[in-house]
């Protein structure tokens, strides 16, 4: 009946959140409770790097385990998580392989061991490890009741996987990978919120609007086309860096948010943009090596536009103005940065001398 309760506990906590880690507390703590490891911890799969790291940690040094990694194959975890076999030695001085490796470990003091693999289909997402139990191991009504909360803590790490491939989905442009545009008044509305507390914040919001990217598709196809899209969705991201946030508006049309930046510093990253834009060469791997240019439209908050619509529209129509032109920056309150287009005076915008900007900006 104790177990039934742990089961039905354990099943109402997975139906009534999605998060993780409070479902694997809760997992943790029921095993805790019927087994009685004097340390136990769960060590979730890292694929990318081919180690694992320790999620949940409790007992003695507990602490120091924060932040270590443990290589696939190596130690009780790594060999349980590479094999994806449970192990269960309940007295390691009669085991040859785990009591030398007890012996090579002494400040773990091991008696015995119970580490299960957690896994989905054929994938082990993680382990699950109980030193110095108090349970009888060699019970295997013990170990299956072990085996059946591990199912749990699957299922538990498969649903938050799943949640989050939704939302990235949601909010993620499928052709070039940047945020899409309801993102984007997503995080306009957060950054507005933030300035209502701290009437010091500013950022400041960039919109670009590819010259000319009619013809690509005329010439070489929508494919061809989505394609250099994608390209320029990775250029911006490299270039701005991860602090600033990119996005696909629609069509050629593509967004940046400057968190905390002002006119100034906005200006510095937009015109990096605008010279990186300038001199790369897009599509080489398909041998066309094409050049693109852009139409910059910048607005800062609150200067410029102290809600959603009106910094959206202050960027959106510096864009416009910039088409004017084509192949240039248009900064609200400022204009345009350059008198004429860049393309005829090229690095007027990045040469442009510091005490001209600033008497711009004042």
């Not at 989505?226 to 270039?239: I, P, Q």
């Not at 937009?270 to 001199?279: A, F, M, S």
């Amino acid at each position: 009946m104790d177990h039934l309760r742990v089961f039905h506990e354990v099943a109402r906590a997975l139906t009534q959140t999605l998060e993780l880690e409070e479902i694997l507390l809760i997992i943790m703590q029921k095993m805790a409770q019927f087994f009685g490891p004097e340390r136990w911890s769960m060590l979730m799969v890292d694929e990318k790097a081919q180690d694992l790291y320790y999620a949940i940690a409790v007992g003695e040094d507990s602490q120091s385990l924060k932040g270590l990694r443990v290589p696939l194959g190596e130690g009780v975890a790594g060999w349980v998580a590479s094999t994806g076999n449970p192990l269960v030695v309940p007295d390691v001085s009669l085991d040859t392989q785990w009591h030398a490796f007890s012996r090579a470990h002494p400040e773990l003091r091991i008696r015995s061991i119970a580490c299960i693999p957690i896994r989905s289909g054929n994938k082990t997402l993680g382990v699950i490890q109980l030193l110095n139990t108090k349970l009888d191991l060699e019970n295997e009504y013990s170990i299956s009741f072990l085996r059946i909360l591990c199912d749990y803590a699957a299922i538990a790490i498969q649903n938050a996987r799943s949640v989050k491939l939704i939302h990235e989905l949601t909010i993620t442009d499928d052709c070039t990978g940047l945020f899409n545009a309801r993102h984007l008044y997503t995080l306009l509305d957060e950054q507005i919120d933030l300035a209502t507390g701290d009437h010091s914040t500013q950022f400041s919001l960039l919109f670009v609007d590819l010259d000319h990217f009619k013809q690509v598709n005329d010439t070489h196809g929508h494919l061809i086309g989505s394609r250099l899209l994608a390209e320029v969705g990775d250029l911006m991201r490299r270039t701005l860096g991860p602090v600033n946030s990119c996005f696909r508006y629609g069509g050629d049309e593509f967004v940046a948010l400057f968190p905390g930046l002002g006119k100034k510093s906005a200006i510095d990253a937009t015109t990096r943009l605008w010279e990186q834009l300038r001199k790369h060469s897009f599509l080489t791997s398909q041998g066309l090596f094409l050049t693109l240019a852009g139409s910059f439209g910048l607005a800062t908050f609150p200067e410029d536009g102290d809600s959603v619509p009106s910094i959206i529209r202050a960027a959106d129509t510096m864009m416009y103005e910039a088409k004017t032109t084509r192949d240039n920056i248009a900064v609200s309150g400022l204009g345009l940065l350059s008198g004429t287009k860049p393309a005829k005076h090229h690095g007027k915008i990045a040469t442009m001398a510091a005490g001209d900007l600033e008497a711009k900006l004042h």
